[in-house]
């Protein structure tokens, strides 16, 4: 079990240097088969510059060509994804007997929820290009694979849908974007009920207090531009409803003696 943890592990990092590329050239609608460059003098890397946190640690975090620093957003990115992609395998292994076409289901939804997560908070945007093929996956795994909780998942859908819309229209946007009124729809079809409540409990509460916090340090203030994006706190909830969500009901209806 070790050995595969670690092999995936080592396999995200590699795949994470590539979601980097998704993650900054799909909200600026560059194209996503270019050679990866220098953000500051534009110089095409070479294979020894993108080993994955190898690059970054040799190099002194600082590109080989101007000299300009590298922002420790890239390896942070690698090092996020090698532990997704060995807590996807875990899960994976104990729910569907290591499964390869619930491996590979489950390897893509974590890179597309990488890709929204970093997305978001860097650019503010869900690219449709990621949100929009990762649904529609999730509609036919879940219709053909799993056809017994089809229509709970899709009730769960569009319930988290409608209680999203009607906060983005009560708000007009001001409180909820249009992107996250999509992805609930789509974390509400992965997850079902009810674990799609509880993501959304969890997006809400880690948000709120990461909201206070910022105030408190004077990051942000409290307005009608100075908003933070919802998408992580979303995508940190499905993720922590997938891995732990039934450990999170079990100790919850535990505490309240139920």
Not at 182 to 192: E, R, S
Request: proline share 3%; aromatic share 20%; charged share 10%.
């Amino acid at each position: 079990m070790l050995l595969f943890l670690v092999l995936f592990f080592a396999i995200g990092l590699f795949f994470g240097s590539f979601l980097t590329v998704l993650i900054d050239r799909i909200p600026r609608n560059e194209s996503i088969f270019g050679r990866s460059y220098c953000e500051v003098c534009k110089s095409v890397l070479s294979w020894k510059d993108l080993i994955p946190i190898v690059s970054f640690a040799s190099l002194l975090a600082k590109c080989r060509y101007c000299k300009a620093p590298l922002s420790y957003y890239y390896p942070l990115i690698e090092l996020v994804t090698g532990i997704i992609f060995s807590l996807t395998f875990l899960y994976v292994w104990n729910n569907f007997q290591a499964n390869i076409l619930a491996l590979t289901f489950y390897l893509f939804i974590s890179s597309s929820l990488i890709v929204i997560f970093f997305s978001d908070l860097r650019y503010e945007v869900i690219p449709n290009k990621i949100l929009f093929p990762t649904f529609f996956l999730t509609v036919f795994y879940i219709l053909f694979f799993h056809t017994r909780i089809f229509y709970l998942n899709l009730l769960s859908s569009i319930g988290l849908l409608v209680f999203f819309l009607i906060i983005y229209l009560i708000t007009r946007g001001k409180g909820m974007g249009l992107g996250d009124v999509k992805f609930a729809g789509f974390m509400g079809f992965l997850l079902g009920f009810p674990q799609s409540v509880l993501s959304v409990y969890l997006a809400f509460l880690t948000g709120g207090i990461s909201a206070i916090i910022l105030v408190l340090w004077r990051k942000k203030r409290f307005g009608r531009k100075d908003t933070i994006p919802f998408g992580p706190f979303l995508v940190e909830g499905t993720f922590l409803s997938l891995f732990f969500g039934d450990r999170i009901l079990n100790f919850s209806t535990g505490l309240l003696g139920i």
